[in-house]
């Protein structure tokens, strides 16, 4: 046993090794950053600063995240921004996905080539599908805008990714269809394990199809669907290169990602960049702990 035990830490120590000098060493790095002043252009010059960049007057959590002043400030706005993004487009991703794998689930002609068609979106890089839906969004000459004109649905053309009232939902609504696919792929898989048994008893002891889909594949489906859930909400927690691109970054639809960014790259403060992606780190982790503990007592509760 002990000799089994040490050719598998041998085989595993490469890897572990690798995983530190890639992962390991610029999170340390990072971290250490956090607690000083270093500017991107000087990064050998640097002094200690404790907390401040993280508690002080002009620290990211300078005023308590229970008051109306945190949610004001940019960082809060990114973070009320990031949640909001992760919130809206993972519920209408799993729904939709859900609805995509029902239908890709079910016997019809030319099913394989449908399956295949339906990822494309997914597979199309996200800065190509940010620019594709850029130019179709367009206040100008994109054709959503074109088209509501000629229909005579808007008299003025909407500017969907620089208005702040549109911005945000735009960026949603570009997400949904793109990651759509990746969801419907997971539930797909899940579906495809389902025994044939119960759903022939069914028909033949003729029970509705949605009372079929809410007490005998969503159940069977759940532990499933919940796995694809978190993986999408890690996903969309550390959201940066859409926003980005269809809206520039703007202050409106600005994300904790964007933030970093900003922050470390445009006004060069590595410091307190660091000390945001550190933080960025710290809330990710803790919204997928919760949200897993929250499952595993609601799916607890259903089992028992």
């Known amino acids: 046993m002990k000799n089994r035990t040490r050719i598998a830490w041998t085989f595993l120590a490469p890897m572990l090794i690798l995983m530190v000098l890639v992962a390991g060493w610029p999170l340390a790095r990072s971290i250490w950053f956090s607690f000083t002043d270093t500017n991107i252009n000087n990064i050998a010059e640097y002094n200690y600063v404790g907390f401040d960049n993280y ?36 519920i209408l991703e799993t729904l939709a996905g859900l ?8 016997e019809f002609k030319g099913r394989t080539l449908v399956r295949t068609a339906v990822l494309v979106p997914w597979a199309i890089p996200t800065i190509v599908s940010a620019k ?8 100008q000459f994109g054709l959503i805008n074109q088209l509501l004109v000629d229909w005579g649905l808007v008299a003025n053309k909407i500017a969907f990714t620089a208005d702040p009232a549109y911005a945000l939902w735009t960026v949603v609504a570009v997400d949904v269809w793109k990651t759509t696919p990746f969801m ?42 919940m796995v694809a859930v978190i993986f999408r909400l890690l996903d969309a927690l550390r959201v940066f290169d859409l926003i980005f691109v269809l809206t520039s970054n703007s202050g409106s639809t600005i994300s904790m990602s964007g933030f970093v960014r900003r922050d470390m790259v445009d006004n060069g403060n590595l410091g307190s960049g660091s000390a945001a992606s550190t933080s960025l780190t710290i809330i990710i982790f803790l919204a997928a702990l919760l949200f897993m503990r929250a499952a595993r007592v609601k799916l607890n509760e259903e089992s028992n």
């Open 99 to 106: 609805g995509v794998a029902m239908l890709l689930n079910q």
């Open 132 to 139: 594709m839906w850029g130019w179709i969004l367009h206040d």
């Open 184 to 225: 419907a792929l997971l539930i797909l898989a899940a579906l495809q394990t389902l025994p044939k048994d119960c759903y022939e008893a069914a028909r033949v002891d003729g029970v509705h199809p949605l009372r079929l889909f809410w007490k005998v594949t969503l159940p069977l489906i759940k532990h499933p669907l």
């Open 55 to 90: 508690f002080s007057e002009y620290g990211l959590f300078g005023f308590s995240v229970f008051s109306a002043e945190f949610w004001e400030t940019d960082w809060g706005v990114s973070i009320k921004n990031t949640f909001q993004f992760s919130f809206f487009s993972v």
